[in-house]
């Protein structure tokens, strides 16, 4: 990382801090750094830039993509192989952490499906409420023709979404819910709501959400590390990190 602040002086290191570059920079050549050694067979690099490409001629991608990115062969063959180079490197670096790091989460991966119907006027809430609950008219249909907001277009059904989207208030409700169950119209925030959980589905630590909780444990990594490096960077670079002045109105 030291050579970036010889390739780039410092009034090159400061416009780049300035304009929002410099993270996103050092990121990138932290990655490049832990996964360029990661060597992968023919077979699966010609895999990954096919797929890279779509259905693209592998000329006509390549043509574009100096025309639109400036990019040679090899800056294309590197984009296209990055992604499994980091998929190797998270299996062997992070994935032992993996399943404590789904333990961890695994409260905000849980999903669910609730039918949702809000309104303004608390006393039509009851009534509705009571209207389904004796199966005089179905969720779905109240939902339509009374919300007030946008689950109006999906007569009231949310999700699959994490349970942590929704609001603090509804998300401690809906876990606490039995699936099926209709609850009680209840004030949140300036609406009266009237939900019922349809589904919930309990974040199971599989092959996929192993790769997904190493991949975090991998930018948890990179951006700790950035922070350090961009200080070192720029200490030794001897440029100015302070805040801008305000801008004067004069």
């Known amino acids: 990382m030291n050579e970036l602040s010889t390739t780039f002086p410092p009034a090159a290191l400061d416009r780049l801090r300035q304009r929002n570059l410099l993270r996103n920079l050092v990121e990138h050549e932290i990655v490049a750094e832990a996964v360029g050694a990661i060597a992968l067979s023919e077979e699966e690099q010609q895999q990954a830039i096919a797929n890279f490409g779509g259905k693209a001629d592998p000329e006509a991608l390549a043509s574009?993509?100096?025309?639109?990115?400036?990019?040679?062969?090899?800056?294309?063959?590197?984009?296209?192989?990055?992604?499994?180079?980091i998929q190797r490197y998270c299996e062997e670096h992070h994935a032992p952490k993996a399943e404590a790091r789904f333990l961890q989460r695994k409260t905000q991966l849980d999903q669910v499906v609730y039918s949702l119907l809000r309104i303004q006027d608390g006393a039509l809430a009851r009534e509705l409420y009571f209207q389904i609950a004796n199966g005089e008219a179905s969720f779905a249909q109240l939902a339509g023709q009374h919300s007030e907001g946008p689950e109006r277009d999906s007569s009231g059904v949310i999700g699959?979404?994490?349970?942590?989207?929704?609001?603090?208030?509804?998300?401690?409700?809906?876990?606490?819910?039995?699936?099926?169950?209709?609850?009680?119209?209840?004030?949140?925030?300036?609406?009266?709501?009237?939900?019922?959980?349809?589904?919930?589905?309990?974040?199971?630590?599989?092959?996929?959400?192993?790769?997904?909780?190493?991949?975090?444990?991998?930018?948890?990594?990179?951006?700790?590390?950035?922070?350090?490096?961009?200080?070192?960077?720029?200490?030794?670079?001897?440029?100015?990190?302070?805040?801008?002045?305000?801008?004067?109105?004069?």
């Open 64 to 85: 574009q993509m100096a025309r639109t990115h400036g990019w040679t062969r090899d800056d294309l063959a590197w984009q296209a192989l990055l992604p499994l180079r």
């Open 160 to 250: 699959p979404k994490p349970l942590t989207s929704a609001h603090p208030q509804l998300a401690e409700r809906l876990r606490t819910a039995q699936e099926g169950e209709l609850l009680e119209p209840f004030r949140l925030v300036n609406w009266w709501v009237v939900v019922r959980l349809d589904r919930y589905i309990h974040a199971s630590f599989n092959e996929a959400t192993a790769r997904q909780m190493a991949y975090e444990l991998f930018q948890e990594w990179v951006q700790e590390e950035a922070t350090l490096r961009i200080a070192h960077l720029l200490q030794s670079a001897g440029t100015s990190s302070s805040p801008a002045s305000p801008i004067s109105n004069g």
